[in-house]
C-alpha cells in the first residue's frame, strides 16, 4: 500500500511560485495515477490536475490552467506540483491522491490514497 507525503507549502506574495512535492513511499508512484486537490477554507475540495503513471498530463481545472504543471519523476517515487504565478484565490490546502487508474475527481474521495496536505497561503 502506498504512503504519500506532501511537502513544499508556504506562505508567499502574489505572482511568486512554489513548487509542491507529494513523495512516496511503499509502492513505487509509477503504479499509480496521481492527482493533486485543495480545498481551501470553508469551500469543497476542487481537482486542480492529475499525472498518468508516464508522466503525461491528464486533466487540469481551468482555474490554474496556464499557471501550474504537474511532473513526476519515477526515480525519485516524486510527483512535483510547479505552481506559478500564485494568486490570493490559490490559498489552499492542498493535497495529492493516488489511483491505480483514473477515475472521476469526484470518486477519489473514497477511492485513493491520500496524503495530509501542505498548506499555502497567498498574501496579496
Known amino acids: 500500500q502506498v504512503q504519500l507525503v506532501e511537502s513544499g507549502g508556504g506562505l508567499v506574495q502574489a505572482g511568486d511560485s512554489l513548487r509542491l512535492s507529494c513523495a512516496a513511499s511503499g509502492s513505487p508512484i509509477s503504479n499509480y495515477v496521481i492527482g493533486w486537490f485543495r480545498q481551501a477554507p470553508g469551500k469543497e475540495r476542487e481537482f486542480v490536475v492529475a499525472s498518468d503513471r508516464n508522466g503525461r498530463t491528464f486533466r487540469l481545472a481551468n482555474s490554474v490552467m496556464g499557471r501550474f504543471n504537474i511532473s513526476r519523476a519515477n526515480a525519485q517515487n516524486t510527483v512535483y506540483l510547479q505552481a506559478n504565478s500564485l494568486e490570493p484565490d490559490d490559498t489552499a490546502v492542498y493535497s495529492c491522491?493516488?489511483?491505480?487508474?483514473?477515475?472521476?475527481?469526484?470518486?477519489?474521495?473514497?477511492?485513493?490514497?491520500w496524503g495530509q496536505g501542505t498548506q499555502v497561503t497567498v498574501s496579496s
Open positions: 491522491a493516488a489511483r491505480t487508474a483514473w477515475a472521476n475527481p469526484y470518486t477519489w474521495t473514497d477511492s485513493a490514497t
